[in-house]
């Protein structure tokens, strides 16, 4: 399995960011997809997650500002960032429930003025 994350970078609050995540290594389709982030000091988080149904759920501390999507032709998995906030800063990583010890390199998200 390969999870290749980019799209971060520096954002000043209230700004947007879209992140994507290239899969390859398994059915992609047949998985549930999320993304994960990491603040400095702070424990593992999961953002959101998308079932492979399309069903979506999110963090209350996310909801209605971000939105996760895939593209199952083209084993991609997306996650649009809105209305940023300082405290939206942190890697950012895509994660498969194929395999759940697997991470990626993540990608860096700073959210600053």
């Known amino acids: 399995v390969q999870l290749v994350e980019s799209g971060g970078g520096l954002a000043q609050p209230g700004g947007s960011l879209t992140l994507s995540c290239a899969a390859s290594g398994f059915t992609f389709w047949a998985y549930h997809m999320s993304w994960y982030r990491q603040a400095p000091g702070k424990e593992h988080e999961r953002v959101a997650i998308i079932f492979l149904g399309m069903q979506k759920e999110y963090a209350d501390s996310v909801k209605g500002r971000f939105t996760i999507s895939r593209d199952n032709a083209r084993n991609l998995l997306f996650l649009n960032m809105t209305r940023l906030k300082p405290d939206d800063t942190a890697v950012y990583y895509c994660?498969?429930?194929?395999?759940?010890?697997?991470w990626g390199q993540g990608t860096q998200v700073t959210v600053s003025s």
């Open positions: 994660h498969s429930s194929y395999d759940d010890d697997y």
